[in-house]
């Protein structure tokens, strides 16, 4: 039997680390080839066995990945309809503040949650704001990245 089970299903990796493996027993131990070949038949299983584990996990992370992928439209437009539903309070305020003005009435006060404005506010500043700072400050150069390019106008 000279062809190794894990030269047929594993990788070369795996016939060089199973032949430094019988290289180190076979010093301390010694072995008919009967047994060799039955111990190279057991390590040959053993890194089969470890080859399927990987299969089975990396199936499993595309899985999940996949799952993540199909939601990935829906995540996508939360933030920016409860932007929006934000926007059309504060129109609808303004446009009920000039009809009740018009008509002559006091306007009633809508409260607009202020926990729903900060949240709205972050994902303002999340989406514009590293953009904006890095094109403003004197300290940042254009690509956002702390720079020189202020203190080299004044130390040249």
Not at 57 to 80: C, D, E, S, T, Y
Not at 112 to 139: Q, R, V
């Amino acid at each position: 039997m000279s062809v190794t089970l894990a030269s047929v299903f594993g990788s070369v990796v795996g016939k060089k680390v199973i032949d430094k493996v019988l290289d180190v027993i076979g010093k301390k131990i010694p072995m008919t080839n009967d047994e060799k070949e039955k111990l190279v038949v057991e390590l040959g299983k053993i890194e089969v066995e470890g080859i399927k584990a990987q299969t089975q996990n990396i199936l499993a992370r595309n899985k999940f990945i996949q799952g993540l992928v199909n939601a990935m439209p829906l995540i996508g437009w939360i933030l920016p309809l409860s932007f929006a539903f934000l926007i059309g309070c504060y129109l609808f305020q303004f446009g009920s503040d000039v009809w009740y003005s018009i008509k002559g009435m006091e306007a009633p006060i809508y409260n607009i949650n202020k926990e729903y404005f900060e949240l709205m506010k972050k994902f303002i500043e999340f989406l514009f704001y590293g953009k904006i700072a890095g094109k403003l400050s004197p300290f940042h150069d254009s690509d956002g990245t702390t720079g020189s390019k202020f203190l080299d106008k004044f130390y040249k």
